[in-house]
């Protein structure tokens, strides 16, 4: 399908769910566009989604909303003065041990249903990045009747036996040695980070990569949020057992050349959802690349029409 993708207006708002306001933007058709419900992965702000990726997906016929998670963005706090030992609990992840955190993917993924209700959206087609592909799973997993369609993009089953980031990517995400705190610090830290992990095949120019740093940073630098984002995937554990009861028609997406939720979380996740169809994609790593977008929007769209 071909689709205009001019700029799209975003209507921005907030709700409040369990107790935390979220921040959120709207576009597409309130009335008769299909509920795409978009979610970010760790540490992501709803900015991260590309403009022209929600473009076209407005085009395709979708009202599409994405939002802040909680302790993230524009989002509230969700601090419940729980401490955090991020180094400590990754052994204990790795190990299957229980966790105590301020909050879980769990609750993460209660946030999402509880936007839909505040939204009035009974059903929607979900997409979700990295810890965001995770916490969709777990919705099509616990709440089927909401969810119209599943896409899952560079994601995981959170499972302790698969392999782990690679060690350069999984040293930069620890933050060991960090001390420059300033604003030029944290915005090439960040640029950095993303080029670490981007995709080979389809790179960002470091403008590009430097532009949306600097934006993040200036909207809303939350690195406590960030650190219990972290912690709240450790201490949710493998949710594999609740995969084989997704029945929405799912859509896994995932890179070849991904260095920090390696391929083998994407086809995990496609072995364990009935019917779900799997694109894996050689030269794309852990980012959006601007070139791979339209692909991306039309498996979605397609996956869309199997509900």
């Known amino acids: 399908m071909v689709s205009d993708t001019s700029p799209l207006v975003w209507r921005a708002g907030s709700v409040e769910v369990n107790g935390i306001t979220l ?31 929600c473009a076209d997906l407005a085009a395709r016929g979708f009202r599409v909303i994405r ?39 769990h609750d993460m993924a209660d946030d999402s249903v509880t936007l839909m209700d505040a939204l009035k959206i009974n059903r929607a087609h979900l997409v979700g990045a990295s810890m965001g592909g995770m916490i969709v799973q777990l919705i099509a997993a616990r709440h089927p009747q909401r969810v119209a369609s599943l896409t899952s993009i560079m994601s995981t089953t959170n499972s302790p036996h698969l392999p782990g980031p690679k060690l350069p990517v ?3 995400m620890s933050g060991i040695g960090i001390r420059d705190r300033s604003r030029t610090a944290v915005i ?29 940073y200036d909207r809303a630098f939350r690195p406590g949020g960030l650190l219990r984002q972290t912690h ?72 869309a029409a199997r509900a």
């Open 23 to 53: 921040a959120l933007e709207e576009a597409g058709t309130v009335i008769t566009g299909e509920p795409l419900l978009l979610v970010m992965g760790l540490g992501g702000q709803l900015i991260h989604w590309p403009d022209a990726f």
């Open 67 to 105: 939002f802040d998670n909680r302790d993230i963005g524009l989002s509230g706090d969700a601090n419940k003065g729980i401490r955090v030992h991020l180094q400590r609990d990754f052994l204990r992840a790795r190990l299957g041990l229980k966790i105590h955190a301020n909050y879980t993917l």
């Open 170 to 172: 999984l040293l930069r």
């Open 188 to 216: 090439r830290r960040s640029a950095r980070t993303f080029k670490m992990i981007g995709s080979p095949g389809y790179p960002t120019p470091d403008s590009v990569r430097l532009a949306m740093a600097t934006r993040a």
């Open 232 to 303: 709240a995937i450790l201490a949710t554990g493998s949710f594999e057992t609740l995969l084989p009861s997704i029945k929405a028609p799912t859509q896994i997406i995932h890179g070849l050349s991904d260095p920090l939720v390696r391929p083998a979380g994407g086809k995990r996740c496609a072995k364990l959802i009935a019917g779900a169809r799997l694109e894996l994609i050689p030269g794309m790593g852990h980012d959006f690349p601007e070139a791979l977008l339209p692909r991306w929007a039309e498996l979605i769209s397609n996956n």
